[in-house]
């Protein structure tokens, strides 16, 4: 029987899953290995929101099927965390949709507003979902640069004048993952003109808010005026919280678009688990000490592992927001590739990393790290790179 089915032909092999895989291996032989490869927090969320989590769920009515969009406690605390961080008024019942986890909520949106053969701008490198949640759905991607310069607007000219069917959909990501890079409030108003001159709509993922360094927080889109007119905003607990397991995450903004997620959410889930949502709510509601202390906790790590790469001879950009840094691959090893280099970091030094062309072709000669372990162990990953790099002939001095 052939089992090829129509879907899983337009999903090439996951290449991260490759680097995952050999990881996993890795650990199973006793290896110790340096995980910076995947954006896995780890610290858990705030004892409050635990202890909101097991109070609900001794409740015995708390166990049945929740409501698709999110309650409504949870969405009204959604919309007072969007007055208080960003100026922007949102209506908890038709401007707020809850989702499980920013992935899940612009997979569902791709599958409601997209059809086969639609065209969709997404940035290249960018997050897979932000493109293979709509070639899920049947579309074609036009890739556009992740950087915010001149080369990204004459892109989407480009893209506007010579695609054909013209392109329906923006996809942005900034904080950008995987390459960190930010934008200001005069981009997005720019980008909102654009969009309702070429009737576009933008879908705005806002993952990491929350992780801004040097005191410059980011902004939203939806801070445009108008801009609820066109776009839609996508916010994760994940990692503001340290709660990304617990799966929740958000959608925001113009009506008609929320109202086409909460439709198909109706269709294909009955929304996270009522416990959960009751914690989302004592997390947004509560003490917000905690992130704080998780951006003051990241940006530690960001300096640390700059300044100790750098002494193992491997100059590392210093990501300005988001846990990620996105990494030059040393010069000297440039042609290998990042795929290889990033098997070759974790069989030699025992550092996993993401291979940046998993994130698109445009993702090639760079790989993705995450600060996702504490100090010490940040200064032992450099230990060992720089081990590896003297066993391939890297210069490492003068650093």
């Known amino acids: ?100 986890g920013s992935k899940e909520g612009l997979a569902s949106l791709a599958t409601a507003i997209t059809a086969p053969g639609d065209t969709i701008l997404a940035p290249n490198p960018s ?99 108008g801009a609820k007119d066109v776009a839609v905003e996508f916010t994760s607990l994940s990692k503001t919280f340290g709660m990304a397991g617990w799966r929740i995450g958000f959608a925001v903004g113009n009506q008609t678009l929320i109202s086409a997620l909460a439709r198909v959410k109706s269709y294909i889930d009955y929304g996270a688990f009522t416990p959960i949502q009751a914690a989302a709510c004592a997390a947004l509601n509560g003490p917000q000490d905690f992130v704080e202390k998780n951006r003051e906790m990241y940006h530690k790590r960001r300096d640390v592992m700059v300044e100790a790469f750098g002494r193992a001879g491997w100059e590392i950009p210093a990501p300005p927001a988001s846990m990620f840094a996105w990494a030059p691959l040393p010069p000297a090893l440039k042609d290998m590739g990042s795929l290889e280099f990033s098997k070759q970091l974790l069989t030699k030094a025992e550092v996993a990393v993401a291979p940046g062309v998993g994130y698109g072709e445009d993702g090639e000669g760079y790989v993705r790290i995450a600060m996702v372990e504490n100090e010490q162990r940040l200064r032992q990953a450099a230990r060992n790179v720089k081990r590896y790099f003297q066993e391939m002939g890297v210069n490492t001095s003068g650093n």
């Open 1 to 100: 029987m052939d089992q090829q089915f129509y879907r899983m032909k337009r999903l090439p092999p996951y290449v991260i899953a490759e680097v995952n895989a050999m990881r996993a291996a890795a650990r199973a032989e006793g290896r110790d290995i340096i995980d910076l490869g995947m954006g896995n927090p780890d610290q858990p969320p705030p004892q409050h929101v635990i202890d909101k989590l097991c109070e609900v769920a001794q409740n015995p009515d708390a166990h049945g099927y929740s409501q698709s969009k999110g309650i409504p406690g949870l969405r009204k605390a959604q919309a007072n965390y969007y007055e208080r961080r960003f100026g922007v008024e949102l209506d908890p019942d038709n401007e707020v949709v809850v989702t499980l």
């Open 127 to 225: 997050y897979p979902i932000h493109t293979f949640g709509f070639i899920i759905a049947g579309a074609s991607i036009r890739s556009v640069p992740t950087t915010p310069d001149e080369k990204y607007w004459e892109a989407l000219e480009a893209a506007m004048n010579f695609t054909v069917p013209r392109p329906t959909i923006l996809v942005v990501n900034f904080p950008s993952n995987p390459t960190a890079e930010v934008v200001d409030l005069d981009f997005y108003k720019k980008l909102v003109d654009w969009a309702k001159f070429h009737k576009v709509w933008i879908l705005s993922d806002l993952a990491y808010s929350e992780l801004y360094y040097d005191g410059k927080p980011t902004p939203s889109i939806l801070q445009v005026p």
